[in-house]
């Protein structure tokens, strides 16, 4: 076996050394005896503070105890703003603040100061000092608010724990204040700012800040601001203040006495798909309509024919976002999505675009249109008097017959009528992600009497919105692809990252071929010739083409539950320009008495803003004249 090398010493490891674990031993009793002389110094020390506190500072610090305590509370996040699709600011929030004292607790911490110098004058001289320096800073008022050196002197005369002096004050003269008179405290306050003032406000709504929630914040009331409150309102962060003991609403003021535990979340903002302009424009125009014609109200809706992009959504009345509880219901409502009605001949569309897309009939079919119709226990009229007509097939619906539509409508069938109503989107919401959206009413198909299929096809006996109307109109103007429509463009984080809203699920209704007959046919609508024109001429707009519909509606009289004579529901739906399609308009007016009964004038004056706006092409050709009576 291998082991040492003879004749070399074995040397032995240092740590059996002799020496060495005597030197070691010294060592640790002198540490040893260190480390006692040093613990019992400190509880000496501590000892002596002890006695201290509990005997000569025990009653300044339960004084202390009594009047403060620590306490968490939330940091509100900044709101995010609400833009236009240009990134124009339609809704945002500025920083502003709250000043308030806290009377009682001033009056003794100035007894005590008062007390190790009795020369700096009395209470009433130091809150008297500070009154009139607050109106130096702000003036004798700010934002309707009295801040004279008066008011602000019998505030803090008060004998009371909290007292706000003037608040939605600008942060940086809230500064100077607070700064120069530490009892002075300063809380957070946004102010919410609608530059545009009641532009868009059906759809936008409106957000104040309140107090009485918790934590304090500005929340949304009304349309987007409640419906997108959680995306707008970011995510608060956390703080520690020292507050009034027993109310802990009262922070003490003063420096040093907050500490951010976690900073807040901005909100993310939302960029809509609205023009301002265009909204500016449509609101303008509606406004002046529906006064103009003693409407009881009227609504329209620009569509973005290749995206299902609102635009512009107006109704003529609106309300003050900075006093919406003056607002009366009808004002706060946005009637677009929220009120339905029974659109009328507007509705023909769907049984044209059906016959059409099954090869019912051709534009240039002839139909023998007597004056009227029976459909089970009831005979349906035309809106004029007349006897057995030869109409071309476009002619119907340039004329609005309702006895050639429901001829039409029984040679589709029902089943077949129904399946289209539905993908048209009638009968569902359109998931717009406009607040307070009605779905509208299609009776279900096993609910049908023998009357009902006389009632549909000419837009009775159904209901929807005016927005649901609209869309109606995009399926046939985007080549049988109907897109529902929305007002969300992208959401928007505050570091300016961007998440765009992709169009929503859309669904082929017709073919492309049938949409552009359908188009093609409904130019006649607006025609203009000796005996062959058609329902709606005065929508025309020169150097475009333009497809439309006219619609008349009986309302139902309260009174006998029965269809009224007198009252109706007056629409129009238009695709500009029609051979090659921009925009979609449709336009209620609830039962117009003084001039023209129709909406055709109002989608004209549109149309032309539109051409103007967008600088939309003029048409290659214009539309031709076409046979409607033979």
């Not at 918790?214 to 349309?223: C, D, I, Q, R, V």
């Amino acid at each position: 076996m291998p082991g040492p090398s003879r004749g070399r010493p074995v040397r032995r490891p240092l740590s059996v050394r002799g020496p060495a674990p005597k030197r070691r031993r010294g060592n640790s009793r002198v540490r040893l005896t260190v480390g006692r002389l040093l613990l019992v110094g400190a509880l000496v020390a501590a000892g002596i503070k002890l006695v201290h506190v509990q005997g000569f500072q025990a009653e300044a610090l339960s004084a202390q105890a009594e009047q403060q305590r620590a306490t968490p509370i939330d940091i509100p996040a900044e709101r995010g703003s609400i833009l236009d699709r240009n990134g124009k600011q339609l809704a945002f929030s500025v920083e502003a603040r709250a000043l308030y004292a806290v009377p009682q607790l001033m009056r003794r911490t100035w007894a005590k100061e008062l007390e190790a110098k009795p020369n700096i004058g009395s209470f009433e001289d130091r809150i008297a000092a500070i009154a009139e320096f607050i109106e130096q800073t702000l003036g004798p008022e700010v934002n309707g608010q009295k801040s004279d050196r008066d008011t602000m002197l019998a505030k803090l005369s008060k004998d009371t724990t909290y007292v706000e002096l003037v608040d939605n004050v600008d942060p940086g003269k809230a500064a100077v204040i607070t700064e120069k008179y530490a009892d002075i405290g300063s809380e957070y306050r946004a102010v919410r700012v609608y530059p545009n003032g009641e532009l868009a406000s059906n759809i936008i709504g409106a957000a104040n800040w309140r107090r009485d929630e918790e934590p304090p914040a500005t929340h949304g009331l009304l349309g987007l601001e409640i419906a997108q409150d959680n995306l707008l309102a970011g995510s608060n962060g956390r703080r520690v203040v020292d507050t009034m003991q027993g109310n802990d609403d009262v922070v003490i003021p003063g420096p040093g006495r907050s500490r951010e535990l976690a900073a807040a979340t901005p909100g993310k903002s939302l960029e809509l798909t609205l023009d301002v302009d265009t909204q500016y424009a449509l609101q303008g125009m509606v406004k002046e309509y529906t006064a103009r014609t003693a409407a009881r109200s009227g609504s329209a809706v620009v569509l973005d024919t290749r995206t299902g992009e609102i635009l512009a959504m107006a109704n003529d009345k609106t309300f003050d976002p900075y006093d919406f509880g003056k607002a009366s219901e009808d004002q706060l409502r946005n009637i677009a999505v929220t009120s339905v009605f029974e659109p009328g001949s507007v509705n023909k569309i769907v049984t044209a675009a059906t016959a059409i897309e099954d090869g019912v009939f051709q534009p240039d079919s002839v139909l023998q249109v007597d004056g009227s119709i029976k459909v089970a226990d009831r005979v349906v009229g035309d809106a004029w008097d007349h006897g057995r007509l030869d109409m071309t097939f476009t002619g119907v619906f340039a004329k609005s017959s309702n006895v050639g539509t429901l001829m039409t409508a029984q040679k589709i069938g029902p089943d077949r009528y129904y399946d289209m109503l539905r993908k048209f989107g009638l009968g569902e919401r359109t998931q717009s992600g406009l607040p307070g959206e009605e779905p509208g009413f299609v009776p279900p198909l096993n609910q049908w009497s023998g009357s009902t299929f006389g009632n549909l096809p000419i837009g009775q006996g159904l209901s929807m919105t005016l927005l649901q109307m609209t869309g109606m109109y995009q399926a046939i103007a985007n080549d049988g692809v109907r897109i529902p429509p929305r007002i969300v463009r992208a959401e928007v984080s505050a570091d300016g990252g961007r998440k765009e809203m992709g169009p929503p699920q859309s669904e082929r209704v017709v073919s492309p071929q049938t949409a552009k007959t359908v188009r093609e046919m409904f130019r006649a609508v607006v025609q203009n010739a000796p005996g062959q024109t058609g329902t709606g001429p005065s929508a025309a707009l020169p150097g475009y083409q333009i497809t439309g519909k006219t619609g008349t509606a009986q309302q139902i009289d309260a009174k006998c539950g029965c269809y009224s004579n007198s009252q109706h529901w007056i629409t129009f739906a238009g695709i500009l320009p029609a051979d090659n399609p921009r925009f979609v308009v449709g336009i209620m007016m609830d039962n117009p008495t003084v001039g023209p009964q129709s909406a055709a004038p109002l989608f004209h004056d549109i149309a032309s803003y539109l051409s103007q706006r967008y600088q939309v092409p003029l048409s290659a050709e214009q539309s031709p004249i076409v046979p409607l009576v033979l």
